[in-house]
């Protein structure tokens, strides 16, 4: 029986020299180039009632490259400029599947730089990587080793707004198995004064990353403010800007994996509310305090290792009042505002709001999983109430 092993990739730093530099930035351009060029194709032809696809788009390709103005996608290597189409195409499966928006043209300052190269665009041999149309290997630093005998699938190279070179290996990771189950369950409740409140009680500090370097920040970008735009000088204090924004996303990201990986191997599972974030952010009070909470980030990392480790996440519908309900006796309270700290029951039990919604959320989970209404729950339900609603109604008195 053939074992499949879970794809993961694996991100390291790497320092280009100067031709080498020249030769991905040359390739960003062009991938970029490439994208919006057969977007804008698909545009037309679609005010047309036409659809053009992929194998379409490449055959534009070849063609763009034999003009005398667009001689230059020749110089880089084509394997880039073939997966960037590949995504595009990715990108209207998804929209005409309706699960993401119309695709846009990538920016020349605002859109991530990056390039993907398949099997045929580099060679990977004695632990040095080496890219088509460069003669030598990438200095990369191995901050941590690929899995025993991996051989990367496809490998990304990136730059970021600070100007730091990464590239992301794509390989098969056999140590990645399911745990042992244990039968533990924990009920996870988010917030800004806590980062995470368990149903054990446990409360995670929030780190709040970004108010600890907002003062560096601020004058930064007063710094930025200042200077003369396309000057030298200013592309100096832009980069001073993005070295604090990645300073802050570095950290928060780490601190995220280290307790999301946690979670996930001290637990079978585990359950969260469906909140809407994008929504949330709108508020001018909380939107910088919840951005900086990353909370969709941790629904993400959560999900994915608990798929890798075989654990189960449980999203509860956002509309359940986990802050209102007695966890004791199950008596919905008529109102909670956030800033009550402690509260009593009728019954006589006192409650810490954030315990007592993570107990809730626990509970609710487990009901959501016996009535088996899946890790998503409905957006809308025809002909009846939602798994979730339906315990909400038997709970109340």
Known sequence: MAVNHVKRAFKYRFYPSDAQAAELSRTFGCVRKVYNMALAAR?????????????????????????EELAYLCEVSSVPLQQTLRHLQTAFTNFFGKRAKYPHFKSRRKSRKSAEYTTSGFRFRDGK??????PEPLDIVWSRPLPEGAKPS????????????????????????????????VGIDVGLDHLLTLSTGEKVTNPRHERKDRVRLAKAQRNLAKKTKGSANRNKARLKVAEIHARIADRRRD???????????????????????RNMVKSRTLARAISDAA????????EYKAAWYGREVI??????????????????????????????????????????????????????????????????????QSAMNQEVTRREP
Request: proline share 4%; charged share 20%.
């Open 255 to 277: 601190g995220l994996h280290k307790l999301t990986t946690r979670l996930v191997r001290e637990n079978q599972t585990l359950v969260i509310e469906d909140l809407t974030v």
């Open 295 to 302: 909370w969709s980030e941790f629904r993400s990392m959560l």
């Open 43 to 67: 545009t037309e032809a679609w005010t047309r009632r036409e659809r053009v696809n992929y194998n379409q788009t490449s055959a534009m390709l070849t063609v763009w490259k034999k003009t």
């Open 129 to 134: 990587l080496t890219l088509a149309k460069m």
């Open 154 to 185: 496809t490998v990304t190279v990136s730059q970021d707004a600070a100007g730091r070179w990464f590239v992301s290996m794509l390989c098969d990771d056999p140590s990645v198995k399911p745990l042992r189950a244990n039968g533990n369950a």
């Open 315 to 384: 999203a509860v519908d956002r509309w359940f009042p986990s802050s209102r309900l007695c966890s004791a006796c199950g008596t919905l309270q008529d109102k909670m505002p956030l800033s009550v700290r402690t509260w009593t029951c009728d019954c006589g039990t006192t409650h810490d709001p954030d315990v007592n919604a993570a107990k809730n959320l626990l509970a609710a989970g487990r009901a959501v999983a016996a009535c088996g209404a899946g890790v998503r729950p409905q957006r809308s339900t025809p002909g009846g």
